[in-house]
């Protein structure tokens, strides 16, 4: 079996993004408060200070849930 990068992160982000889809799908929660997760995290690892010497990491974190909300990957826009 070949070695994949972080195999565990992109399946917990499949995971979370299925979830989103069915708590949304169910009417559990709606759209805007599925957003505000994500810019919630997002703005979580926007302003972190670095200080843990991964802004880098932090950094790409933020865009990768940014690219996720103009995507509309993990909720189904009406």
Not at 7 to 21: D, F, H, Y
Not at 34 to 49: E, R
């Amino acid at each position: 079996m070949p070695e994949v990068p972080d195999v565990s992160g992109m399946a917990a982000l499949s995971i979370c993004e299925s979830l989103l889809l069915a708590l949304n799908d169910r009417k559990i929660l709606p759209e805007h408060e599925i957003v505000g997760i994500l810019h919630d995290a997002a703005a979580a690892h926007s302003n972190d200070t670095g200080e843990d010497g991964k802004a880098e990491l932090h950094d790409a974190v933020a865009a990768l849930i940014n690219g996720i909300l103009a995507g509309g990957n993990s909720v189904r826009r009406r």
